[in-house]
């Protein structure tokens, strides 16, 4: 589905990725991980092409959605609104149809009561939520996330394993970061750790049987 090849990234002098080379399957979740500086954000972003590769190829040539970190809602447009505002841009002749959409996935997660509500009026958990529902209206084939549990507490992260699991289940592949083990072992099919800008471990959960004390030997 994603390939990977041979791809370098440079900050400055600085080398974030080097010849990096991945094949990421249909269906799959696959974890990012390993310690900070290590790369895991920046694949993402070229993913995204929100970076520029010094050199190798990205090859994708469906829809990918992108959650921020920070989840970089609109703090001057309600729930809605933010979930809409991008498709309204590409297809305007659908106007109707990105809210029912919107007001649909906020139903799913359980956001229905906020759709007039505005970022700042909501929880880290709720923000989450709302970040999840507009990355998923341009209906992407794979779903980039950056830290998704960043600064949420363990019910709350309980709480995202959950919805990206059902996430899966409407046939979105994802590629999620995160320095948090517990919680990328917990959802990924797959991990791939990064340190020093090259991959230092690449396996399949299922045929390890501590994936976290695995994983920690290469930190």
Same mark, same amino acid.
């Given at each position: 589905?994603?390939?990977?090849?041979?791809?370098?990234?440079?900050?400055?002098?600085?080398?974030?990725?080097?010849?990096?080379?991945?094949?990421i399957e249909t269906n799959s979740i696959v974890g990012i991980?390993?310690? *900070?500086?290590?790369?895991?954000?920046?694949?993402? $972003?070229?993913?995204?092409?929100?970076?520029?590769?010094? *050199?190798?190829?990205?090859? !994708?040539?469906?829809?990918?959605?992108?959650?921020?970190?920070?989840?970089?809602?609109?703090?001057?447009?309600?729930?809605?609104?933010?979930?809409?505002?991008?498709?309204?841009?590409?297809?305007?002749? *659908?106007?109707?149809?990105?809210?029912?959409?919107?007001? $649909? /996935?906020?139903?799913? /997660?359980?956001?229905?009561?906020?759709?007039?509500?505005?970022?700042?009026?909501? *929880?880290?958990?709720?923000?989450? $939520?709302?970040?999840?529902?507009?990355? /998923?209206?341009?209906?992407?084939?794979?779903?980039?996330?950056?830290?998704?549990?960043?600064?949420?507490?363990?019910?709350?992260?309980?709480?995202?394993?959950?919805l990206l699991i059902s996430i899966r289940d409407m046939k979105?592949?994802?590629?999620?970061?995160?320095?948090?083990?517990? !919680?990328?072992?917990?959802?990924?099919? $797959?991990?791939?750790?990064?340190?020093?800008?090259?991959?230092?471990?690449?396996?399949?959960?299922?045929? /390890?049987?501590?994936?976290?004390?695995?994983?920690?030997? !290469?930190?």
């Open positions: 589905m994603l390939s990977i090849n041979n791809i370098y990234k440079k900050y400055g002098t600085s080398l974030v990725l080097n010849n990096i080379n991945l094949n991980a390993g310690p *900070s500086g290590g790369g895991k954000s920046t694949l993402l $972003r070229c993913i995204q092409k929100l970076e520029e590769l010094d *050199s190798g190829e990205i090859i !994708f040539t469906g829809k990918s959605g992108f959650m921020f970190q920070d989840f970089q809602l609109f703090p001057h447009m309600t729930i809605l609104k933010n979930l809409v505002y991008a498709p309204n841009i590409h297809d305007r002749k *659908s106007l109707a149809n990105h809210n029912n959409n919107a007001i $649909r /996935l906020l139903q799913n /997660l359980g956001m229905a009561d906020k759709v007039e509500c505005f970022p700042h009026q909501l *929880s880290g958990g709720q923000k989450q $939520r709302v970040a999840l529902a507009r990355s /998923l209206m341009m209906q992407p084939e794979i779903l980039l996330c950056d830290e998704p549990t960043s600064g949420l507490d363990v019910a709350t992260i309980i709480d995202v394993v959950s979105v592949t994802m590629v999620i970061a995160s320095h948090d083990l517990d !919680f990328i072992t917990k959802i990924a099919d $797959r991990v791939i750790l990064l340190k020093n800008a090259t991959v230092a471990a690449d396996v399949r959960l299922q045929d /390890l049987e501590n994936p976290i004390q695995y994983l920690k030997a !290469f930190y």
